[in-house]
């Protein structure tokens, strides 16, 4: 008999016609953000020591996913480091990109774990590559035995100050973003910002992206750096080559990653639906994927920005001179703020519906107030929706010959 028992806290038996119990319990989530430049150099040992919660020895053995682009690159570097420190390193390209997000790339993580007879809790899983890639082996580990530990290495800019530091992995299915996912916070990331030398200006573009959507909705403070900075940043590629360059780029990386974290830490599993750091994420899961690959992630999420700042100043919550100065900024740092998808105005009601059974029922639609604040609504109607894509038309027409010129800069990739 154990109607007697004392139950510990979070367990209650109910009293009743048949038995009962309630279970509550909390689960502990501790993990890590490290900057450290130049991870693979010969004498760098932070990914031996640098984060306490994954150490690594001389004589143990890693599984190393890394995108196939980036190993062109960097892989032996990557495979000469490990050999050096005496860790058995078993290294999988993978190609990671929008257009195989899906299923069978986990999977190939899976047999890959499976094949290396990873030992889940000694041997954390490396993935070392842009958010696409740390997004696939962060599902692949969550699932894996129930639960695996990993560590990322983000190679864009959008995976050092976004998909790097959240705990949210996923791909995509069928037309839907990120439609099959989990939260598992990586052990650690590490942030190398080194790896951004040979990055695509575009795809440094499609990370301040991200950066921008902090700044628009938290900070005018971020804004003003990226006002001043951001387009000698970007072309520098956030290496920081003169003094002044250095101070820009780190303020700009750590004031972003600081307030991504602000915002994420007390609501990491979205208990709160009503999420700033949404914005710029209602209409560009559905722009991006209807117009993949077209759009990168960030481009998509520009669009959205701009869709919200044109319903935004149509609101009288932005004025015509800060909507001025947002879409020079937008422009100056190599974004789109236009897609002719956005003619589909029904493709945007659609989007609209499907946030509304994400939200609970309720559109929870961040919009900016002035340049650093927010606002959340729940009252956007379609005719709204046809206005704000009817304004931001008639503004890219007029911008067009300044994005055409922006578009002719010669593209170049660094070694």
């Excluded at 980036?70 to 929008?98: C, K, M, N, S, T």
């Amino acid at each position: 008999m154990r109607s007697g028992t004392a139950f510990t806290q979070g367990l209650r038996q109910a009293v009743g016609d048949g038995p009962a119990w309630t279970v509550e319990a909390v689960r502990q989530v501790r993990y890590h953000v490290v900057s450290s430049d130049g991870l693979f150099e010969p004498g760098n040992t932070a990914l031996l020591d640098g984060c306490p919660d994954v150490p690594m020895r001389r004589g143990e053995r890693r599984l190393v996913v890394i995108d196939e682009n980036v190993d062109v690159l960097y892989g032996a570097r990557v495979r000469e480091w490990f050999a050096a420190h005496g860790i058995e390193a078993a290294v999988v390209p993978l190609r990671a990109d929008e257009t195989v997000k899906q299923w069978d790339a986990v999977s190939r993580v899976v047999d890959a774990m499976n094949d290396f007879g990873i030992d889940r809790r000694r041997e954390p899983v490396l993935a070392i590559g842009g958010g696409v890639l740390t997004d696939i082996v962060g599902f692949a580990a969550s699932l894996y035995r129930r639960g695996t530990p990993y560590i990322r290495i983000p190679t864009t800019l959008i995976g050092l100050v976004d998909a790097g530091v959240g705990v949210k992995t996923g791909v995509n299915y069928e037309r839907g973003k990120n439609r099959l996912g989990t939260y598992a916070p990586a052990t650690a990331t590490f942030l190398d910002r080194t790896f951004l030398r040979s990055l695509p200006f575009r795809h440094v573009s499609n990370g301040l992206a991200e950066i921008l959507k902090m700044a628009l909705i938290r900070s005018e403070d971020l804004f003003r750096l990226l006002e001043e900075h951001g387009p000698a940043v970007r072309a520098d590629r956030f290496q920081g080559t003169t003094p002044e360059l250095a101070a820009a780029s780190d303020a700009i990386v750590a004031e972003a990653i600081h307030l991504m974290l602000e915002e994420l830490q007390p609501n990491l599993w979205e208990s709160e639906l009503e999420r700033c750091v949404d914005y710029g994420h209602t209409f560009s899961p559905t722009l991006e994927m209807h117009a993949l690959p077209e759009l990168l992630h960030g481009e998509a999420v520009v669009i959205d920005m701009a869709l919200t700042t044109a319903m935004a100043t149509l609101r009288g919550d932005v004025t015509a001179a800060q909507a001025d100065r947002i879409h020079s900024v937008i422009r100056g740092l190599g974004l789109p703020a236009w897609n002719d998808v956005l003619h589909d105005t029904a493709l945007l009601e659609d989007a609209l519906r499907d946030t509304v059974r994400h939200r609970d029922g309720r559109q929870r639609l961040p919009l900016p107030m002035g340049i650093g604040r927010h606002r959340f609504v729940n009252d956007v109607t379609p005719g709204e929706l046809r206005d704000a894509a009817d304004l931001l038309w008639e503004r890219h027409r007029a911008a067009e010959p300044a994005a055409a010129a922006l578009s002719r800069v010669p593209e170049q990739v660094g070694a």
